[in-house]
């Protein structure tokens, strides 16, 4: 666990700037971003137990390819998306998605414990079960109907900081050495 927790300080320092910024602004600079990215190319290039400049390059096209086409709905930021592509330049092909994953995870985990603190639990469920059903329809609603739906649905305030379940998914990965 520790030789990996070691080959991945910078990643998960990097994410960890993310997350305060994300937190504090719902905002992921530019700057970090590019760090991210050309760090974790660097990484996969020049280190012995990196993935290889070929699956660094993989990872950072695979990785955001989901929070890209949500990010086309409006239903995340592109810094978002920016942060996936460096996670992916970081752990590859494989492991950057997983992240992914498990970061959709901990954000659901995260959003049903903070609508059940505001206890707005209900209003969540329901607002929930009317963007699915509008997605599920988007042929008979239309793509613009099922964003803007999307979009008013949101029943918690501010919309979660995605760069903190991305560094509590990625130091799980990370700790785990997936894959």
Do not use: C
């Amino acid at each position: 666990m520790a030789p990996h927790l070691i080959r991945g300080a910078p990643l998960l320092a990097l994410l960890l700037l993310a997350a305060a910024g994300d937190l504090r602004m719902r905002k992921i600079p530019n700057w970090l971003t590019i760090t991210l990215i050309l760090s974790g190319l660097a990484h996969g290039a020049l280190a012995a137990t990196g993935p290889g400049i070929g699956l660094s390059i993989a990872g950072m096209l695979v990785a955001p390819l989901i929070p890209f086409v949500l990010f086309a709905l409006g239903a995340m930021g592109a810094g978002d998306v920016k942060l996936m592509a460096g996670v992916g330049a970081w752990l590859g092909p494989v492991a950057g998605p997983i992240v992914y994953l498990l970061a959709t995870v901990v954000g659901m985990l995260i959003v049903l414990v903070q609508a059940t603190a505001q206890r707005r639990l209900p209003v969540l469920v329901r607002n929930s079960a009317l963007v699915a059903m509008n997605l599920v329809h988007v042929r008979q609603v239309g793509i613009e109907h099922a964003v803007a739906t999307g979009r008013s649905a949101r029943s918690i305030g501010r919309p979660l900081p995605y760069a903190v379940p991305v560094l509590i998914a990625a130091a799980l990965v990370v700790m785990f050495g997936w894959p």
